[in-house]
């Protein structure tokens, strides 16, 4: 243990070193940024930047981007339009998650990364399936980060090849029964094989309903209760939530969007073991505060409304278990070798 500790002291040290080398070096970008936004009354000093070696040089302000632009400025649901943006800022190859402008980086919000934490690296797969799409007919809103851009404008990027694979689900939408579903991972798995092969997953709880010819589903990712953020100074419990409405005349999905929902510790025990009908059977409703993360409008086939539900619940076998009726492959032989190790005991 002693040894580990060394080598995560001398690593944390390293991050401190190379953070103090590359922003000195990168001293002329940064005094350069300050005068660009002296221009709109925004006063950074040194304290205001930090270096991270996944992402770049970072300058932090509370609202920033919403001073430069009136298209960075988010709507009642604290949402932009993705299309204007990349009229008005350059998409690249190899930066999913970036938009650039001519002296600092738009980034996606920071709820889109790792562990939902800032500046953790994007989650695989859903940023970049966002920034790749091209459906015609809809339109296409996103979430970004308003406190942060990226000041170093170039093409300097860490690409990370960790990858989770979609489902191929593709039923026929309007013969799914209406009702709700609950998944769990199986019971008998230690914490520590939740949280490889299942994300961290407590619970994931589906709902489909229909009114007017339109079929909503609705689906909520409960990870375990070691996941937790803070929101404004308070401790949540992070839930992902996916919305949308297929319109059963035009076999279609004509709505899309998802979110992060907030719960507090109260909220999250409470709901956590029940389903989408826990306010229609309880009492003591539960309200939590929400974050739009992005909206489509328009048509969205069944394949690419199932393939961007499995990214955004990224690695969660239970998405994968729920569109294609069995888990993934490695996680069946690994579920078969630990019942072939009980059995032997």
Known sequence: MKKMSDFKKKYFQHLIDEEKQKLAENKDTIESFKKFVSQYNIELKDENFRYFNNI???????????????????????????????????????????????????????????????????????????????????????????????????NSMVLEYDTWYGASFNKEIGKIKDDVVKLRPPLDLDDFDISFFFADSYALDLKWYTKDRIKTFQAEEFKTDKIKIEKDGVEYFPVRYVHAEFDLDKNHFRHFDGAI??????????RRDSDFNY??????????????????????????????????????????????GKYPKHIIEFLEKTKELKNKE
Not at 261 to 270: A, P, Q
Not at 310 to 317: L, M
């Open 56 to 154: 770049g040089i970072v300058a932090t302000y509370p609202n920033l981007i919403t001073n430069f632009n009136d298209l960075l400025i988010p709507d009642k649901e604290g949402l932009m339009d993705f299309d204007l943006l990349c009229e008005n800022f350059e998409k690249r190859r190899f930066a999913k998650g970036y938009l650039y402008g001519q002296n600092f980086m738009l980034m996606a919000n920071s709820y889109f990364r790792r562990g939902f934490n800032y500046p953790n690296s994007f989650e695989p797969r859903f940023i970049e399936l966002y920034w790749n799409l091209n459906l015609e007919n809809s339109k296409l809103f996103i979430s970004l980060d308003l406190n942060r851009v990226r000041i170093n404008v170039d």
């Open 261 to 270: 929902h907030f719960y507090t510790e109260s909220e999250y025990y409470r």
């Open 279 to 324: 306010n229609s059977k309880s009492r003591s409703h539960i309200k939590t505060k929400s974050e739009k993360l992005f909206k489509i409008n328009g048509e969205i086939s069944v394949e690419a409304w199932i393939e961007y539900t499995s990214h955004f619940f990224s690695k969660n076998s239970l998405v994968f278990e729920y569109f294609e």
